[in-house]
């Protein structure tokens, strides 16, 4: 399968960089390019690529607004190009919650060190989010936003499933752990936005990112969902109802202090390519809470969390993988149920419901 690709930027010379590299794959096509985001509505309509490669600040329409109108008219996987600081990040996450499935870089460098490596990445990744092609593309459709105040006045949140009862389910697990990468931001928005204020055990949540982004991130979740998140500092301590985000460029373990869970943040290893790695956080999980996880792989490209998945699997831990279906890559959670550590195939749609159903 051929990868048909427009090229957005104002940028002649980015424009030409890209598609350059991107020419050098014999899975990829560039069909065209265009210089703003209205252009790029038109030629998506036109042209029907497979991918569009978006920048942020554009003239005459940025890459935000150009986002939501294809997604509205004409839905296509959208991977953006960023700068790593914090504006950009804000604006990054903006351009994920319009639908836009994952983001790079705009510096090269900031990618690999290695040029060719650099290259290499940008085409896997690409070829991972364009290969079931536009026609079959789904937005994942984000969670209604909770009402102004509602964390802080105790004004119901709307987006909250409730059991059938009313009465909460008793929770079998000690610790909720979530590993996802590329659709990643927004499908964890959809799946702790069901989160209760009270649910009722701490979650570490693992998520392939920038560190100049996980803050941001951290905080925009925080904003969104009846419970507590926030990026994790080294030593904060694991409480129910409060989810704790890996910092990017870090790796999040677990001790423990006078039977007191703590979480430990420290720089990678070498030969660690991803920071955070699920598996770490994983493998870290299952030493310290033996057949008392509940393991969720999300959407993601690779295969990290699989190994981290075995170690809890068996210790006797249960793991849930998000369906092929609403992935935007299937990379990960195939990994995992592909490996026989699933105990349950769930879509996106269903995760959080059933985590704030007492993990049924």
Not at 2 to 27: K, N, W
Not at 101 to 113: G, W
Not at 119 to 132: E, K, P, S, V, Y
């Amino acid at each position: 399968m051929t990868i048909r690709v427009l090229v957005v930027d104002d940028s002649g010379f980015f424009r030409r960089r890209v598609t350059a590299i991107l020419s050098q794959d014999s899975h990829i096509q560039v069909i065209g390019t265009a210089v703003n985001g209205a252009e790029a509505v038109e030629k998506v309509a036109q042209l029907k690529p497979d991918v569009v490669t978006m920048d942020i600040e554009m003239p005459v329409m940025d890459g935000i607004t150009a986002v939501r109108r294809i997604m509205a008219s004409y839905p296509t996987p959208v991977l953006m190009f960023s700068s790593l600081t914090t504006e950009g990040a804000q604006a990054t996450l903006d351009a994920l919650d319009a639908g836009a499935v994952d983001f790079l870089p705009k510096k090269f460098e900031d990618i690999s060190l290695n040029r060719e490596e650099a290259n290499r990445l940008l085409c896997a990744r690409i070829r991972a989010i364009g290969a079931r092609g536009a026609s079959s593309f789904q937005p994942v459709r984000r969670q209604p936003v909770p009402v102004p105040g509602a964390k802080d006045k105790g004004i119901e949140n709307k987006s909250t499933p409730s059991t059938a009862s009313g009465i909460p389910r008793p929770f079998p697990h000690k610790l909720v752990v979530i590993g996802t990468s590329t659709g990643g931001p927004v499908a964890l928005q959809q799946v702790l936005t069901n989160l209760p204020s009270d649910f009722p055990v701490p979650l570490l949540l693992v998520q392939h990112m920038p560190a100049t982004f996980t803050p941001a991130f951290a905080q925009r979740l925080d904003k969104l969902c009846s419970i507590t998140i926030k990026e994790a500092k080294d030593g904060d301590p694991l409480l129910p109802g409060v989810a704790l985000l890996a910092p990017g460029g870090k790796q999040m373990m677990l001790d423990r202090h006078g039977g007191q869970a703590r979480v430990r943040i420290q720089d990678s290893e070498p030969g660690q390519n991803y920071k955070p790695c699920v598996d770490v956080t994983f493998a870290s999980a299952a030493k310290h809470f033996a057949g008392q996880v509940l393991a969720v792989i999300l959407t993601g490209m690779g295969a990290d969390g699989r190994e981290g998945s075995r170690l809890l699997k068996q210790g006797g831990s249960t793991i849930w993988a998000q369906d092929e279906q609403s992935c935007v890559v299937y990379g990960m959670p195939m990994a995992v149920a592909e490996a026989g550590l699933a105990d349950r195939v769930l879509s996106l749609s269903d995760i959080g419901a059933s985590l704030a159903n007492g993990g049924c």
